[in-house]
């Protein structure tokens, strides 16, 4: 069986590290931006009248191998790789409900948006792959439309890094913040989870209500 667990650093002193943590027993391992941010984007089609091509989106920012690491599909295109950097051309990855919604009867790969509305300066990124829907919010709320920025090109102060493992990913706590500081030996490591345990967070609620009722 193949677990997962995150953990999060903030990185003060610099856009965050390329490095993630390295064990003998994971298998691939990524970073992300540590929260799911939201606004308006606009999407550049003549599949839908121009005042619905833009729309409020939950954006996140991601590194190359992150979607391999999640197991999120890929459904056209391709994902990330460590090409698409500050140097290179502007990029993104949409979501499945996206790339059906405004490209329904062609590829949405090679099309293009931008952060902002219609007004907006924001360079136009080019969509390199289309994306599974992932449920970001909670199992049982749908979340919204989402791009994906890779994180090459837009720095944050911040990282969740991701590892997928064969083993049991409980295990790879201590090895996981040893890794991270041996790149900054005065980095916090902390909110590191397993997978199940962030599942379970997110039907707490629904099951503490369940229990009442029984």
Do not use: H, N
């Amino acid at each position: 069986m193949v677990s997962r667990a995150t953990c999060g650093t903030r990185c003060d002193r610099s856009p965050g590290p390329r490095r993630s943590p390295r064990s003998p027993s994971s298998r691939s391992r990524s970073a992300s931006a540590p929260t799911r941010r939201s606004g308006t984007v606009t999407i550049d089609t003549t599949s839908v009248p121009p005042d619905k091509r833009y729309l409020e989106a939950d954006w996140r920012l991601v590194m190359p191998g992150y979607f391999e690491t999640m197991g999120v599909r890929l459904v056209a295109g391709r994902f990330f790789t460590d090409a698409d950097g500050d140097r290179s051309e502007p990029s993104c990855i949409v979501d499945e409900t996206m790339a059906r919604a405004f490209w329904p009867s062609e590829s949405a790969v090679g099309k293009r948006l931008k952060i902002g509305g219609p007004q907006s300066t924001s360079p136009w990124r080019t969509v390199l792959g289309v994306v599974g829907r992932v449920r970001y919010r909670t199992l049982e709320q749908p979340s919204r439309v989402a791009v994906y920025w890779p994180q090459l090109q837009r720095a944050w102060p911040a990282q969740t890094f991701v590892l997928r493992t064969a083993a049991d990913p409980a295990t790879l706590r201590t090895a996981a913040a040893r890794e991270i500081q041996a790149v900054d030996p005065d980095q916090p490591v902390y909110a590191v989870r397993t997978m199940d345990e962030v599942m379970a967070a997110s039907v707490a609620r629904r099951r503490l209500a369940t229990l009442l009722r029984a």
